[in-house]
């Protein structure tokens, strides 16, 4: 039981199954919470005196991009059950929208302390910063060779 091989074995059980069950969880919270948006979507749209100019959309935005940001988070559980493996594109993205989102929602005319706002820009240029390093880290390395080469370059050869 305690030899090595059935230890891993037991976490990698461990691991995909506590995978699963969020995985499962959260589509349940993702479900629920897109039903409560449409419902909400609904009753806004039938109020004519909802602000969409303002406010209203920012509620609005702020709703949305928090079940996209549950989506992302779903992709990463799924992308670490195919895959075994924490995929760092995946992880920076969902950070980034989830700074993004700060940034979108704040409410216009709200006094902004300047620290914030210079802390979430930091935040947003690092975090793109990153993503862009690990994009062009992907670019630049060549395919690894997986069979054998089948033929010749010399022609002359038989």
């Known amino acids: 039981m305690f030899d090595d091989l059935s230890f891993l074995r037991a976490i990698t059980a461990f691991e995909r199954a506590l995978a699963k069950v969020l995985s499962v969880v959260l589509t349940a919270v993702l479900v629920v919470s897109a039903l409560q ?3 909400f979507l609904g009753s806004d749209l039938l109020d004519l005196s909802v602000n969409w100019t303002g406010e ?12 996209l940001i549950a989506l992302e ?16 594109e995946l992880v920076l993205v969902t950070a980034l929208t989830a700074v993004a989102r700060k940034v979108i929602v704040m409410p216009p005319g709200v006094q902004k302390n300047p620290a914030d706002l210079i802390g979430l820009g930091a935040a947003v240029l690092s975090l ?3 993503y862009w390093l690990v994009r062009e880290s992907h670019f630049k390395r060549l395919p690894s060779r997986r069979e054998r080469a089948t033929g010749s370059l010399d022609p002359d050869q038989s």
């Open 37 to 39: 948006l449409l419902i």
């Open 56 to 67: 209203g959309l920012i509620r609005l935005l702020d709703q949305v991009l928090v079940i």
């Open 73 to 88: 988070v779903l992709q990463n559980l799924t992308a670490y059950m195919r895959e075994h493996v924490v995929q760092i």
């Open 128 to 130: 793109a910063g990153a």
